[in-house]
């Protein structure tokens, strides 16, 4: 059976993804990720109390302990999400011990979305996974919550990705080198 377009690129990108993976320092990366995300709650004036959508990231993904740390240590409540057996995303509080959950409206509470992808383009689509987790996640949030994408250096692409109609574009991609906007006025405030 042919495989799709998407998936076709998904593998191609993953196959890129672990090549740029292994020449990165993920401590270097991870210090760099995490005064990326500080300078971002200052340049959207988001102080003690935002609310921040983030992720765990796994092996290979760039590193956000860090950058989590950062933001509860900076006073953020950071949500970060546990997929459901239907792909959806339920949330729980980072600092909460016993992970409880806090419903697929969480994202209505966020003052800014950390997502995970593979690549964005230069319109603001954003390739993840496949499982359109995110897809369902993202139109809940609270209208104009910024979407970041954290990638790899190396991972924001020139060519256009297909998207489909349930694509939500994203605003910004931040990597160790830096904040990239690709949204205009999105994050000025």
């Known amino acids: ?49 935002a609310v921040v959508l983030s992720y765990e990231s796994v092996p290979g993904e760039p590193p956000t302990a860090a950058l989590n740390d950062a933001l509860v240590a900076r006073g953020a409540r950071v ?9 959806d995303l339920d949330w729980h509080d980072l600092a909460d011990p016993a992970a409880a959950r806090l419903g697929l409206d969480a994202p209505t ?14 319109d603001g689509t954003r390739m993840g996974q496949g499982g359109g987790c995110y897809d369902k996640a993202l139109p809940r949030r609270r209208a104009g919550a910024p979407v970041v994408v954290l990638l790899h250096p190396g991972e924001l692409d020139d060519e256009p990705l297909p998207r489909e109609e ?24």
């Open 109 to 122: 509470r966020a003052d800014l979305v950390l997502a995970p992808g593979l690549t964005v383009d230069a």
């Open 166 to 189: 349930h694509d939500v574009p994203v605003d910004a991609v931040l990597t160790a080198d830096g904040l990239t906007v690709l949204r205009d006025g999105t994050l000025d405030r």
């Open 1 to 49: 059976m042919p495989q799709s377009p998407k998936s076709v690129r998904r593998k191609e990108l993953r196959a890129r993804r672990r090549t740029i993976a292994a020449e990165r320092s993920v401590e270097a990366d991870a210090a760099a990720l995490a005064r990326g995300a500080l300078e971002l709650l200052d340049r959207l004036g988001l102080g003690s109390g």
């Open 79 to 87: 949500l970060v999400p546990d997929t459901l057996a239907d792909l």
